[in-house]
């Protein structure tokens, strides 16, 4: 694998959460350099005894609903 890929929200508090796509990794964070450093922990951690991926991608999800009228 030469990429993981987490979908990243922003809670309502401002901080955020971390979720791996296709693997059980999940995490979380007050702040977005915390997150950084909180994410390369979780994967470091999840392929402990395996090669990890060689890059990791942030996929920030903004929900927004707009008014039509």
Same mark, same amino acid.
């Given at each position: 694998?030469?990429? +993981?890929?987490?979908?990243?929200?922003?809670?309502?508090?401002?901080?955020?959460?971390?979720?791996? +796509?296709?693997?059980? +990794?999940?995490?979380?964070?007050?702040?977005?350099?915390?997150?950084?450093?909180?994410?390369?922990?979780?994967?470091?951690?999840?392929?402990?005894?395996?090669?990890?991926?060689?890059? +990791?991608?942030?996929?920030?999800?903004?929900?927004?609903?707009?008014?039509?009228?």
């Amino acid at each position: 694998m030469n990429e +993981i890929v987490f979908e990243v929200a922003q809670e309502s508090d401002g901080g955020y959460t971390a979720e791996a +796509i296709g693997e059980s +990794i999940f995490t979380q964070a007050d702040n977005w350099d915390e997150l950084r450093a909180n994410v390369k922990e979780a994967v470091q951690a999840f392929y402990f005894d395996s090669t990890p991926p060689a890059s +990791i991608r942030l996929r920030l999800v903004r929900d927004e609903v707009l008014a039509v009228a």
